[in-house]
Nanobody, 123 residues
């Protein structure tokens, strides 16, 4: 069983930045693709970005391209989400998730989930 723990959320003004972290344990981290998803109140969970097990491949939802960046360090069992130029529409609970081998954009494909961290973008 893998455990994922997110951190780094908080309140930020529009245009600001946050860096989320997701620490993994319990499985061979380098065998897992990692994804970030988010869920705003009253909305379905949506894909934000994902990274392959090696870190060599990433993909992003259109609404975060050029603003967010995903990265990972397999030696530290950690994946990060750097969020820049934040907008009020980015307000949501952000979740990291793990899936064996191939990354996808479908939340149902991910086997392990963190508890989520709240990001609020407001002036």
């Amino acid at each position: 069983q893998a455990q994922l723990v997110e951190s780094g959320g908080g309140l930020v003004q529009p245009g600001g930045s946050l860096r989320l972290s997701c620490a993994a344990s319990g499985r061979t981290f380098s065998n897992y693709a990692m994804g970030w998803f988010r869920q705003a109140p009253g909305k379905e969970r949506e894909f934000v970005t994902a990274i392959s097990p090696s870190g060599g491949s990433t993909n992003y939802a259109d609404f975060v391209k050029g603003r967010f960046a995903i990265s990972r360090d397999n030696a530290k069992n950690t994946v990060w989400l750097q969020m820049n130029s934040l907008k009020p529409d980015d307000t949501a609970v952000y979740y990291c998730a793990a899936r064996a081998f191939l990354s996808t954009t479908n939340a149902h494909d991910y086997q392990y989930w963190g508890q989520g961290t709240q990001v609020t973008v407001s002036s």
